[in-house]
C-alpha cells in the first residue's frame, strides 16, 4: 500500500510541496531524482533509521566524561531536598561534600548511557507503520515525541537498575550515605528521608533520560532540515530528494 505521494519530498521548501495526490504529477519525481511513491513499509524504515541514528548521536555526545557535568543544556541537578542540604552544609563550611555529590551524579548519568543502549534501540523496533506515517506528517521532533511518549515509562523501567549501578561505580551512593551522616552534626540541617537513594537514582534516570531525548530531537531535526544528515539510501528517500 502507498503512503501519500506528497511525503515524498518531506522537508523541501513549501513551493515544492505537492498539496494533494489529485494534482500530483509523477513525472515529478524525475527531476527530484525520486523513482516511485513513497511506500509504508519505507516510511516505517525510514523513521526508525532516524532515531537510531538519534540515539547514536545521542550516546556520543553524552554517555563520555563530562557528557553530562560540563553541559548546561543537560546537567543533572541536585533534587530539591539535596540543594537545601548543600545549603545548609555550605553554612557551616561543609559544602564541598555535597558540590561531588553533585559531580558524582552526573557521572552516573554518563557512565548508564552507552549502557542503555540496547534498551533504547529495542523500543524503536515497537513503531508500527501508522505511527510511522504519523510521524513523517509531523513536526521536527515528532519522532522523538513518540519515542519518548511511547517508551518512558518501560525505559524507566529498565533503565533504573543501570542508573542504580553506574551511581554505585562513581561513588555517588557512598557520598549520599556520608551526607546522612554529617547532616547529624549540622544544627537546623533539612532531614533526608529513608528513601534518599531511592529517590537519587529516580531523579538521575528522569534527567538522564530528558538529557538522552534533547540529543535525539537535535538529530532528527537535523536529518529532516539538512540533505547532508541524510547518510543512507532510506533516509534520503524518505526525508527528500535522493542526493
Request: net charge neutral; with cysteine; glycine share 10%.
Amino acid at each position: 500500500m502507498e503512503l501519500d505521494r506528497r511525503f515524498v519530498i518531506l522537508g523541501l521548501p513549501s513551493s515544492a510541496f505537492i498539496a494533494s495526490c489529485e494534482t500530483f504529477d509523477p513525472a515529478a519525481l524525475g527531476g527530484l531524482g525520486i523513482l516511485g511513491p513513497l511506500t509504508e513499509g519505507e516510511a516505517a524504515m525510514g523513521i526508525k533509521a532516524a532515531l537510531n541514528n538519534g540515539i547514536d548521536h545521542a550516546i556520543g555526545n553524552i554517555g563520555i566524561l563530562d557528557g553530562f557535568w560540563r553541559n548546561n543544556r543537560i546537567q543533572v541537578p541536585l533534587p530539591g531536598v539535596l540543594r537545601d542540604v548543600q545549603k545548609a552544609m555550605n553554612v557551616v563550611g561543609a559544602g564541598g561534600i555535597m558540590s561531588e555529590l553533585h559531580q558524582q551524579l552526573n557521572r552516573g548519568a554518563e557512565k548508564a548511557m552507552p549502557v542503555a543502549k540496547n534498551i533504547f534501540v529495542d523500543a524503536i523496533t515497537s513503531l508500527t507503520i501508522q505511527d510511522a506515517i504519523n510521524i513523517v506528517k509531523g513536526p521536527d521532533n515528532a519522532a522523538t515525541t513518540y519515542l519518548r511518549g511511547r517508551t518512558t515509562n518501560s525505559l524507566t523501567n529498565l533503565f533504573s537498575p543501570i542508573m542504580e549501578d553506574a551511581l554505585g561505580q562513581t561513588g555517588a551512593l557512598r557520598l549520599l550515605d556520608d551526607v546522612t551522616g554529617q547532616l547529624r552534626s549540622v544544627p537546623f540541617a533539612p532531614s533526608l528521608g529513608r528513601d534518599a537513594k531511592r529517590d537519587l537514582i529516580a531523579h538521575g534516570v528522569d534527567f538522564g533520560l530528558k538529557g538522552l531525548f534533547t540529543y535525539v530531537a537535535d538529530e532528527e531535526k537535523a536529518i529532516r532540515e539538512n540533505p547532508a544528515k541524510r547518510t543512507s539510501q532510506i533516509l534520503q528517500r524518505v526525508f527528500g530528494a535522493v542526493i
